[in-house]
């Protein structure tokens, strides 16, 4: 029986780049359905909701999300059930997508593209495990009123221990497979939400003796990133830590466009696990519907979701050795291209598809 791919294109940049995705896939894997919604910004210029009904259902009757990016301008003042972010907001939150893993890695020959010396980020690879479903994203109350006249504002950060600990054994598993480094990213010295953060990762190291754990406050974080980036494997943390950084560790290679993510939950089984899959880059407005952007990080998506959702490893190989060979050969697109003349959108998933 075939299997189907809900695919959520949404806003600015994210229907030319998840339309290149998805001919890598169907390439690879003919057999899957990949069947396509209006989320975000789309569906409200429509007069729908940021994740109308529709989308929701087909995304309940597949095996994996691929997803684009949302956001418009016009509704930046909205309250959040107004704007597009809702979309991603809710996915998370429903689905239970509580692992976001963010990997991070500069391609050969990419090197110059980076604001850093060529030589801190040659062969970098590391990824960031950000909690996606706790902390101030969705911590109660959230809200703006006015008191005694003044207008206020409140966010909540909160966690829960088995929250934390179930994206910090994900973290340690990750190491496994890996250089066998955890670095757990807080602000300890500070938040009461840090200071359980540290002792629920600290006690479960105590079940991953192979695996090296260490400890960064987040601001001395952000500085080891561009200071000495070689130095990690997996960082793990918070919400909106894992927010900020995994932006940082991602221009690291030059482009945020190459980055891809993956959000996993409870759902299914490893290897056969429902997630959602989409670029870390945003909506790109001011190069959108020019064919410009690079599909990089979305096509790369398309690989974690063989991976993780279609228990696929070699297709996921496969895309990524294809990537990994056109940039080798030179293929580039504009934000990247230096001197070499850039490909499109188009012309650029054609050399990955060669590659393949
Ligand atoms: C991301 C994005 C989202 C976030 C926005 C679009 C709500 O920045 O996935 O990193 O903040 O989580
Ligand atoms: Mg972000």
Not at 87 to 98: G, K, N, Q, T, V
Not at 231 to 238: A, H, L, N, R
Request: glycine share 8%; aromatic share 6%; charged share 25%.
């Amino acid at each position: 029986m075939s299997q189907t791919i809900a695919v959520l294109p949404g806003d600015g940049v994210g229907p030319e780049v998840t339309r290149a995705a998805v001919r890598v896939l169907q390439h690879v894997r003919p057999d899957l359905r990949c069947v396509e919604s209006v989320v975000g910004g789309a569906a409200l210029e429509r007069g729908l909701s940021p994740l109308p009904d529709e989308a929701r259902a087909l995304a309940e009757s597949s095996a994996a999300i691929l997803f684009g990016s949302v956001g418009l301008p016009q509704y930046d003042g909205k309250p959040l059930p107004e704007r597009p972010e809702y979309a991603l907001f809710l996915l998370r939150r429903d689905y239970e997508l509580y692992a976001n893993l963010r990997p991070v890695r500069v391609f050969p020959g990419l090197e110059d593209a980076s604001s850093l010396k060529p030589e801190l980020v040659r062969g970098l690879d590391l990824i960031v495990v950000r909690e996606l479903t706790g902390g101030i994203y969705f911590g109660k109350p959230k809200e703006q009123r006015v008191e005694d006249g003044i207008e206020m504002a409140v966010d909540t950060m909160i966690y829960r221990a088995p929250e934390i600990e179930r994206i910090a054994r994900t973290a340690f598993e990750l190491a496994r497979g890996r250089r066998k480094r955890v670095t757990s990213v807080d602000k300890q010295n500070i938040l009461e939400t840090s200071r359980l953060w540290r002792r629920v990762v600290t006690k479960l190291a105590n079940e991953y003796p192979d695996v090296q754990l260490d400890h960064l406050l987040v601001d001395n974080a952000a500085m080891q990133l561009v200071r000495r980036p070689g130095y990690f494997d997996v960082i793990v943390t918070e919400n909106m830590f894992g927010d900020i950084l995994s932006d940082e560790a991602a221009i690291l290679t030059g482009s945020i466009g190459t980055l891809p993510s993956a959000s996993l939950g409870t759902l299914g089984t490893p290897g056969r696990q429902f997630g959602l899959y989409e670029p870390i880059a945003g909506t790109a407005p001011d190069i959108a519907g020019k064919g410009i952007a690079n599909p990089t990080a979305a096509i790369l998506s398309a690989a974690l979701l063989l991976r993780y959702s279609l228990d696929d490893d070699a297709n996921a190989l496969r895309i990524e050795r294809a990537v990994e060979n056109a940039y080798v050969s030179g293929a580039r697109t504009a934000e990247i291209a230096g001197s070499t003349p850039p490909l499109g959108t188009g012309a650029f998933t054609d050399r990955v598809i060669a590659n393949l």
